[in-house]
């Protein structure tokens, strides 16, 4: 199959670049099916092998005639071209997250970047002899729904879950955020950027408690009384970040309309109504820990009430409070067994610095992925000025990212960095501790 694809791919181009040559204008399909000596009842064909290949060699402007238009040059490079699996589902993942934050009526045009991976992803499947991939929308959102590793391609991928999915619960998932954010970091989201500019603005100015206080506040309290908020506007440790806090919180009732707002028990954010009308959290990860716990009370807020509470943007809870639950647990663990714990030190140089003495000091930075990221691991720098530096990721999590076993492969290269879990650090501390 691999061979006849290619073939047809290598025909197609061949055709175009004599076709220009030519013409100043693009064929159109019965034409182009002429110059490859097909019959034009069979421009069907013809035009599932060109959306195959759109994106990577060709492209053009739907419902306008003569709009097709080589994307390269060369058509001997071009047709040889390898389609990275990995770039595949950083552009799937890039395009669908810009799908998600379109207003509803604006859903009908797709992303170019989901575009661009809906047709590597079927020519990848076309190549390798697997045609099981999505050809439309509609078809992409039931794939999307499955675990990634279910397209055959993808199997290959190094520490990829055989659980993850784009898409969990008719949200985007975590780990097409992850993914997202990994395939184009000039493209960060409008909150993220804020809390990047905050980290800015208290480095300029030495604001190192006024960042502590910030960084707590946006983890422990993402929806707050309006009284409550004002009180922390105008308090000594946060008026240097009026500015910066007027932008995070926003009024709840713009946020979402209920008449009654449920919130998560264990990030305490709004959460959003299902098609049945019952409340989910808004990030998976919460649900899946909730329902391991024992039933907690649901926090409810009428609509009248609403009227007097903030809430931070989205994108603010899901790069700041979610991951700083984490970091605040973790901390909060330590400091019970007597260890002295310093949050965000240095302006978040990096997430922990645990001290047991003046020789044996922990920076730890605190990751909550559903995919090991091996890039980012190793853009993680040993610290001179402590013992020992640990990437620590939840317990949790280990089914997905199987630290045990990949850190015997990843640490040789990580310069002295080691991968942990919780639930490692906190057996380690007291191994310490009981030494003592």
């Not at 000594?236 to 009732?253: A, E, G």
């Not at 024992?294 to 807020?301: C, D, I």
């Not at 400091?335 to 000091?361: A, H, N, Q």
Request: aromatic letters at 8%.
């Amino acid at each position: 199959m691999a061979a006849k694809v290619t073939k047809h791919r290598d025909k197609i181009l061949a055709a175009l670049h004599e076709w220009f040559r030519v013409h100043k204008e693009a064929p159109t399909l019965e034409e182009l099916c002429v110059e490859l000596g097909m019959q034009p009842r069979q421009r069907a064909t013809l035009q599932r092998w060109l959306q195959s290949m759109r994106a990577i060699d060709v492209e053009w402007e739907d419902n306008v005639g003569r709009s097709l238009r080589l994307i390269h040059g060369d058509v001997e490079d071009d047709a040889g071209r390898d389609v990275s699996v990995t770039e595949t589902l950083q552009y799937l993942a890039t395009g669908l997250v810009e799908w998600e934050k379109r207003k509803p009526e604006e859903r009908s045009s797709i992303p170019s970047s989901l575009r661009m991976g809906m047709s590597r992803m079927y020519l990848t499947s076309l190549l390798s002899g697997d045609e099981e991939a999505p050809a439309n929308l509609p078809e992409f959102f039931e794939w999307a729904k499955n675990p990634v590793v279910e397209w055959k391609p993808a199997k290959n991928i190094k520490n990829l879950s055989s659980e993850v999915s784009f898409v969990e619960d008719g949200t985007v998932s975590e780990f097409a955020l992850q993914w997202q954010v990994t395939g184009s970091d000039v493209e960060r989201q409008v909150q993220e950027k804020v809390l990047e500019d905050v980290l800015r603005y208290c480095r300029e100015n030495q604001l190192d408690g006024a960042y502590r206080v910030f960084r707590k506040l946006i983890i422990e309290n993402p929806v707050l009384p309006y009284a409550e908020f004002r009180r922390l506007l105008s308090s000594s440790q946060l008026r240097p970040l009026k500015d910066f806090l007027l932008q995070v919180y926003i009024d709840l009732v713009d946020f979402a309309s209920e008449d009654v707002y449920h919130f998560c028990p264990r990030c305490k954010y709004v959460m959003r109504r299902r098609p049945d009308n019952s409340f989910s959290c808004r990030n998976m990860t919460c649900e899946q820990l909730s329902a391991k716990l024992p039933a907690r009370e649901v926090k409810l807020v009428s609509r009248v009430e609403a009227e007097n509470f903030k809430v931070v943007t989205p994108g603010v809870h899901r790069y700041g409070t979610l991951p700083g639950l984490w970091e605040v647990k973790l901390a909060e663990e330590l400091m019970k067994m007597g260890v002295r714990v310093t949050l965000w030190p240095d302006i978040d140089e990096f997430d922990l610095l645990v001290e047991f003495s003046k020789k044996v000091r922990w920076a730890i930075d605190v990751k909550d992925w559903s995919y090991l990221d091996e890039e980012r691991l190793r853009a993680v720098d040993f610290r001179l000025d402590a013992s020992q530096t640990f990437v620590v990721f939840p317990s949790e999590r280990e089914s997905v990212l199987r630290i045990a076993v990949e850190r015997q492969r990843l640490e040789p290269e990580l310069n002295g960095v080691r991968l942990m879990l919780v639930g490692e650090v906190l057996s380690e501390a007291a191994a310490i501790l009981n030494k003592k």
